[in-house]
C-alpha cells in the first residue's frame, strides 16, 4: 500500500506513539479485521518497481543471447547481475559461518549470488552479496538491460531501437 504520513507522530502519557497515515486505498476491510488486534507494522520509503515488460525483455534479451552464443541462459543472467553495480553488500562473516550465510543468501533466487575475500580479522572472510534482479531499482534494470543489449549487438542480434527502450525506463518512474 502507497501512503503519506500526515501531521507529526504525537506521544501520549503512556510514551507510546500515534502516528497517521492517508491512502488512496479502500484499507475498509482491513481495518475491520485488524482493529482489535496486536499488529506488526513494517514502514519503508516508497519506490516504483520496474515494469514486467522492462523485466520481459531482459529475459528475451538473455535468451536470444544464450541461443547466439551456445551458453546457458543462467550464466548469461548471474554475469549481467555481477556486472550491474550498485547491487551490493560486503559483510565480514566468522568462518565458520560462510558456507551458511551463501547458502541462505542463494536462496533468494538465482541471481542471489556472493563471492568471498579475505577479512583482515583473523578468523574472518568478507562475503560480497549481490542482490538479484527482482529488488533492482529503475538505475540498476536500465543498466542491465543497456549491457545485455550491447552484449546482443556485438553478436549482431537486433534489438529494439533506443526510443523503445527508452520507453520501457520510462514505465518504471
Same mark, same amino acid.
Given at each position: 500500500?502507497?501512503? !503519506?504520513?500526515?501531521? *507529526?507522530?504525537?506521544?501520549?502519557?503512556?510514551?507510546?506513539?500515534?502516528?497517521?497515515?492517508? @491512502?488512496?486505498?479502500?484499507?475498509?476491510?482491513?481495518?475491520?479485521?485488524?482493529?482489535?488486534?496486536?499488529?506488526?507494522?513494517?514502514?519503508?520509503?516508497?519506490?516504483?518497481? !520496474?515494469?514486467?515488460?522492462?523485466?520481459?525483455?531482459?529475459?528475451?534479451?538473455?535468451? #536470444?543471447?544464450?541461443?547466439?552464443?551456445? !551458453?546457458?541462459?543462467?550464466?548469461?543472467? +548471474?554475469?549481467?547481475?555481477?556486472?550491474?553495480?550498485?547491487? @551490493?553488500?560486503?559483510?565480514?562473516?566468522? $568462518?565458520?559461518?560462510?558456507?551458511?550465510?551463501?547458502?541462505?543468501?542463494? #536462496?533468494?533466487?538465482?541471481?542471489?549470488?556472493?563471492?568471498?575475500?579475505?577479512? #583482515?580479522?583473523?578468523?574472518?572472510?568478507?562475503?560480497?552479496?549481490?542482490?538479484?534482479?527482482?529488488?533492482? $531499482? @529503475?538505475?540498476?534494470?536500465?543498466?542491465?538491460?543497456?549491457?545485455?543489449? *550491447?552484449?546482443?549487438?556485438?553478436?549482431?542480434?537486433?534489438?529494439?531501437?533506443?526510443? +523503445?527502450?527508452?520507453?520501457?525506463?520510462?514505465?518504471? @518512474?
Amino acid at each position: 500500500m502507497k501512503a !503519506r504520513f500526515e501531521g *507529526q507522530p504525537l506521544r501520549t502519557l503512556e510514551g507510546e506513539y500515534i502516528i497517521t497515515l492517508r @491512502t488512496r486505498e479502500d484499507v475498509r476491510s482491513t481495518w475491520q479485521t485488524l482493529h482489535d488486534a496486536d499488529v506488526d507494522v513494517s514502514i519503508k520509503k516508497h519506490r516504483e518497481r !520496474r515494469s514486467l515488460d522492462a523485466n520481459a525483455y531482459a529475459w528475451v534479451l538473455m535468451d #536470444k543471447l544464450a541461443e547466439a552464443i551456445g !551458453r546457458p541462459k543462467m550464466d548469461i543472467y +548471474k554475469d549481467a547481475v555481477l556486472e550491474v553495480g550498485g547491487n @551490493t553488500d560486503i559483510v565480514c562473516v566468522q $568462518d565458520r559461518a560462510v558456507d551458511k550465510l551463501r547458502e541462505s543468501w542463494s #536462496k533468494n533466487g538465482a541471481g542471489w549470488l556472493t563471492e568471498t575475500m579475505p577479512s #583482515k580479522i583473523e578468523g574472518c572472510t568478507n562475503v560480497i552479496l549481490y542482490y538479484g534482479s527482482s529488488s533492482f $531499482d @529503475t538505475a540498476q534494470m536500465s543498466r542491465l538491460i543497456d549491457n545485455l543489449v *550491447q552484449d546482443c549487438t556485438a553478436v549482431g542480434i537486433e534489438t529494439m531501437p533506443p526510443y +523503445k527502450i527508452a520507453a520501457l525506463v520510462e514505465a518504471w @518512474t
